[in-house]
């Protein structure tokens, strides 16, 4: 089996010419919903986690914190695949 069928998810995936989506259009075509978290405030971050969990509710949910020397980006990519 081809390790990668659909190509690398590592590598850009590119059309030409590019096409940008907005996060609103993204949603539309894909569902996909896209949220933006201050890191830096632990609370901010606790909070918007557990109101976005209450909106949509959901009871459990997967925080990935990838460190800067990427040890473990194979075994996480690797974890959710679809």
């Known amino acids: 089996m081809e390790q990668y069928p659909l190509g ?5 995936h590119h059309i030409y010419p590019p096409k940008l989506y907005t996060a609103d259009q993204l949603q539309t075509l894909t569902g996909v919903v896209s949220y ?6 632990a609370n901010a971050v606790k909070k918007r986690i557990s109101r976005v969990k209450a909106e949509r509710k959901m009871t459990s949910s997967d925080i990935f914190t990838l460190h800067e020397n990427m040890n473990e980006f194979e075994q996480k990519v690797n974890f959710h695949t679809f």
């Open 8 to 12: 690398d998810r590592r590598l850009p």
């Open 36 to 41: 933006k978290i201050d890191v830096d405030d």
